[in-house]
């Protein structure tokens, strides 16, 4: 399966869901998701840190293909490295959902042929507004195992219409960003 590969290469980490489906043809994940890697550390014999996140991915995959896609982005610049690490991955059907810390509209762009739905988020609880944004109650995912609730999440994501979200380049959306405040702790 796809999704143990991405394990195995330690792609995977805060990891929430890790399961196959009760058809054992797909497997579930909820967690975040590696973008750039951490270089390797001699001494410890470990990779460091992640450069960057996909923060609360919510995917569904069969053995070759990403068939659900979406997650959190704290900066629209991270989406490239997204589309380079797993874009030839994603299935013709999945229009991945990110949801976009810098960015304040909601838009479609297109990158290397693939559309991606980019919804502005100052905070993103990534699984509730996907259930919010493809209509589904809690009482939908009832007595569902987390891998079977995954499948029902990805029928909802079927009748998602883009059509209705402006499309525009991402170079343009670029000029558009805003600064993020950073968060500082107690002292």
């Known amino acids: 399966m796809l999704l143990d590969t991405f394990n195995e290469d330690q792609l995977l980490f805060n990891t929430n869901v890790l399961a196959k ?17 951490g270089e390797y550390h001699e001494l410890s014999g470990k990779k460091l840190a992640a450069k960057a996140v996909l923060y609360q991915a919510v995917m569904l995959t069969d053995d070759s293909k990403i068939k659900l896609m979406s997650g959190c982005l704290r900066e629209l610049e991270l989406l490239p490295l997204f589309v380079k690490k797993y874009g030839e991955y994603l299935a013709e059907e999945c229009t991945p959902v990110f949801y976009v810390m810098n960015i304040r509209k909601e838009c479609v762009v297109e990158l290397e042929g693939k559309k991606y739905l980019l919804l502005g988020a100052d905070k993103a609880m990534v699984w509730n507004d996907l259930m919010e944004l493809y209509y589904l109650e809690k009482a939908d995912f009832k007595g569902q195992s987390s891998g079977d609730k995954m499948i029902t999440m990805y029928d909802g994501a079927k009748d998602l ?5 402006e499309t525009v380049l991402f170079h343009d959306l670029k000029g558009e960003t805003v600064e993020l405040e950073e968060g500082y702790g107690p002292v």
């Not at 219409?161 to 979200?165: E, F, P, Q, T």
């Open 161 to 165: 219409k883009v059509s209705k979200y």
């Open 21 to 37: 489906t009760s058809d054992g043809d797909q497997m579930a994940f909820r967690g975040d998701l590696v973008l750039e890697e």
